[in-house]
């Protein structure tokens, strides 16, 4: 009789061992393949040493130089209009 017991929590401790293993492993491969690209997810769990990690920047926003050409937003149509409309 307590044998059987002994085997059945054996077999119930070992299930959860197996699915457990299981899902650390099927996890693994889905941030590997897919969640690590995530900046936000990074930040959550809290890896810093992914491949994919951004580096910091150690220049200052100020020594940064600006674009020479900022890009513009395309004028509409109206906006074309009223331009031409008033230089003549």
């Not at 299930?15 to 590997?32: A, E, K, P, R």
């Not at 990074?42 to 050409?69: F, I, M, N, W, Y």
């Amino acid at each position: 009789m307590w044998q059987s017991v002994g085997l059945t929590v054996l077999v119930i401790v070992a299930t959860l061992i197996c699915v457990l293993l299981f899902m650390l492993c099927g996890w693994y491969v889905v941030w590997q393949l897919f969640l690590s690209k995530f900046k936000f997810l990074r930040e959550l769990v809290g890896d810093a040493s992914s491949p994919q990690a951004e580096p910091e920047s150690k220049e200052c926003e100020s020594e940064r130089v600006p674009p020479v050409t900022p890009r513009q937003r395309p004028k509409t149509a109206r906006q074309r209009i009223l331009a031409t409309g008033s230089t003549t």
